[in-house]
Structures are given as structure tokens and as C-alpha cells.
């Protein structure tokens, strides 16, 4: 296909989803900072099961929430479905200050999903960044130059594997693509939050705990083990492992907190510098004053 006309196409489909792009480039960049803090999990003896089933007992004694999720930046603790107050893991007392930080990262994290409430415009917007990637190898191996548009070429280039991984473990996790088998049946649908917590304690250091909940007719937890984010779902045994969800592990960076955070963290930064240097290439192109055009000659009259 025609250089020119592959080129048109790049930078035709960068101007049309580019505010989606920012949006999700921007949001997924602050995510990916969630990794390296929360892995480091609380302060040591500032939880376990004991404490927090209390607190669960305290602030929920009907027993109606679905989960809980723990933000170790922090130092607190939410619990879903129901109205009760954040709480504050220091003191056991409900928090007395928003926690900035986790309403930051529970706002991109929306957005990021979500985009204002259009999924369809989150999956759409992907597919076109892979579109745009797609055009861009298709145009060939570029001429690096010390020039914008060289640095452009450049960073996408080498760079391209991981800037490829972002958006296709984006897509497979919005279409539900684990590559895992189905699940187990579970055994144990019904399990009260704080027995969970104790159950969970027994095996497991809940000061890494990120969040345990109630999905579909399962419990889950997600807990933080050598940097990676685990998932185990509660059985009539007890506690059995999830299989990985690598499309998951890999976007979201959790498969090794202290290397695949700082990767993302690259890659968002590299994927919003494309954005933007493509835009102003773009814009520099459509802005620039063309050479006037030479006046035709009147042709001279003669007289009779």
C-alpha cells in the first residue's frame, strides 16, 4: 500500500480518538504507580485476621458487605455494599481525612475502565491505537534523524513489543480472554467476610491483603505475594489458588510489583510522548503557512 496514503491514515485516526487515547494514556500511567505501593503491604502488626474481622464486626455487624478492599498508601480500609465509613487502620477508627491518594487511583481506575460511563468507547479507542501501531509497522523500518519526527520513529520502534502488550491485554481483559481453563466449581458461596478473613490469615499475611470479595457465587482474594498479585477463591478445604490471569498480571502490571511496575510506567510515559509528538506533527503539517502562489500575468491589450 501506499506510503503516503498509510501515513494519512496514521495520523487521521490519532486526531479523531486522540482525547479517548489521552484519557486512557494518562489514567493508565497513574495505575501503573498502584503496583509498587501497594505491594509493600502495611506496617507490620498493624493487621491480622483477628483485627480485622473486629472491624468488620464493628462497622458491619449485619454482615452485608460484599467485600473489602485495604489501600496500604493509606492506611485504610473500605468495605463495599454498604454505607459505613472508610476506616483508619491506625487507630480503628473511621478515617478522619480523605485518603487522596485512593480516591486518585479509584478515579483513574474508573476511567480507565470506563471512560465516563462509554465501555464501548474504551474497546473502540484500543482497537485504534492497535490500528494506529499496525499502519505505522506497515509503513516500514524508518531513518532515525535528530529531528521530531525521528524521535517519533525512533521510540515507537524500539519500543514496539511492549507498547503492542498494553493494548492487546487491554482487549483481552474487556472481552473476558483469561487464557485459563474454567474455573472450579465453587464449594463454598456462602462464606461470611470475617470468617474469610480469619480463614485467609491462617496461610497468609493479610497485611499484603489488596482485596477480598464476593464474585458471582465465589469468594475471592487478591493478595500480594513476592511482588505478585495472587488471587485464591475459598473451598470447603480452605484456600485453593486461582490460575493466573496473564492478561491481567501483564496489564496491570501485578506480576512483579517492583519490575513490571516500572515498566508500565515507561510505556505509558513513551505512549503519551507518541500521542503527543504525533499530534504536533500533525498540527505543524496543517499549520504551515504554503507559499503563496504566483499571480497570473495579465495579458497585455493592444490597442487599434
Known amino acids: ?3 503516503v496514503l498509510l501515513l494519512k491514515l496514521h495520523r487521521w485516526i490519532t486526531f479523531v480518538f486522540a482525547l479517548p487515547l489521552i484519557a486512557l494514556i494518562l489514567t493508565g500511567l ?3 504507580v498502584e503496583p509498587i505501593i501497594q505491594s509493600r503491604g502495611l506496617p507490620a502488626g498493624m493487621a491480622d485476621g483477628d483485627r480485622i474481622a473486629g472491624l468488620l464486626q464493628r462497622y458491619d455487624p449485619a454482615g452485608k458487605a460484599r467485600g473489602l478492599a485495604i489501600n496500604a498508601s493509606g492506611q ?4 463495599m455494599g454498604v ?3 472508610t476506616i483508619d487502620l491506625t487507630t480503628g477508627n473511621a478515617a478522619a481525612a480523605p485518603d487522596r491518594l485512593g480516591e486518585l487511583m479509584l478515579w483513574a481506575r474508573r476511567t480507565h475502565e470506563h471512560l465516563l460511563g462509554y465501555d464501548w468507547l474504551v474497546i473502540g479507542s484500543t482497537v485504534a491505537m ?3 501501531m499496525g499502519i505505522g509497522i506497515l509503513m516500514g523500518l524508518p531513518r532515525l534523524r535528530n529531528s521530531l519526527a525521528g524521535w517519533h520513529k525512533g521510540a515507537a520502534w524500539f519500543t514496539l513489543p511492549l507498547l503492542l502488550l498494553s493494548p492487546i491485554t487491554g482487549l483481552f481483559m474487556a472481552f473476558g480472554w483469561t487464557l485459563t481453563g474454567p474455573p472450579s466449581p465453587p464449594l463454598r458461596p456462602s462464606l461470611p467476610l470475617a470468617d474469610a478473613v480469619r ?3 491462617q496461610q497468609h499475611d493479610v497485611a499484603h491483603l489488596a482485596m477480598l470479595s464476593q464474585r458471582g457465587q465465589r469468594m475471592i482474594a487478591r493478595i500480594y505475594e513476592d511482588g505478585e498479585l495472587r488471587a485464591y477463591s475459598f473451598t470447603a478445604d480452605g ?5 493466573r490471569n496473564w492478561p491481567r498480571l501483564l496489564h496491570e502490571g501485578n506480576w512483579s510489583a517492583l519490575i513490571s511496575g516500572p515498566l508500565n510506567v515507561i510505556v505509558s510515559v513513551i505512549l ?3 500521542l503527543m509528538t504525533g499530534l504536533l506533527l500533525w498540527a505543524r503539517r496543517k499549520l504551515r503557512r504554503r507559499p503563496e502562489r504566483p499571480a497570473r500575468a495579465t495579458p497585455a491589450t493592444g490597442t487599434a
Open 130 to 132: 492497535l490500528v494506529i
Open 1 to 3: 500500500m501506499n506510503n
Open 239 to 243: 484456600l485453593a489458588p486461582l490460575p
Open 272 to 274: 503519551a510522548g507518541l
Open 199 to 201: 480463614t485467609l490469615a
Open 30 to 32: 497513574i495505575l501503573s
Open 76 to 79: 485504610q480500609m473500605r468495605l
Open 83 to 85: 454505607g459505613a465509613p
